[in-house]
């Protein structure tokens, strides 16, 4: 199982940015698959994430209204909308999906909201 997260960079604040990422090695179509984040110093946290059968999602309280997450199952990637972003944002964002009895993680992408 392989998640890989891209799309991370310095954005100002009230700015858009869309993260991606591509997962290889497992049948995403059946499985949950989400986004957490760990900023400087804290614990790292669930963002959102989106089920497999009927696509419906979950969002942290922080992010509702302001992020959206989706998925593609044909082309095996997911990835997440991130509108009015705010400088509390800022994190390393990873991609994470519960695979027979295991978490797997993507690499980290940063994201940097400063002016």
């Known amino acids: 199982v392989q998640l890989q997260a891209f799309g991370g960079r310095l954005v100002q604040p009230g700015r858009f940015l869309r993260l991606s990422c591509a997962a290889s090695?497992?049948?995403?179509?059946?499985?949950?698959i989400g986004w957490f984040r760990q900023a400087p110093g804290k614990d790292r946290e669930g963002v959102s994430c989106i089920n497999s059968l009927d696509g419906s999602a979950d969002y942290a309280d922080s992010v509702k209204g302001r992020f959206t997450i989706s998925r593609d199952n044909a082309w095996r990637t997911m990835s997440l909308q991130m509108n009015n972003l705010e400088p509390e944002d800022t994190a390393v964002y990873y991609c994470?999906?519960?695979?027979?009895?295991?978490?797997?993680w993507g690499q980290g992408t940063q994201v940097t909201v400063s002016s």
């Open positions: 994470n999906t519960f695979y027979r009895g295991r978490n797997y």
């Open positions: 090695g497992f049948a995403m179509d059946y499985y949950r």
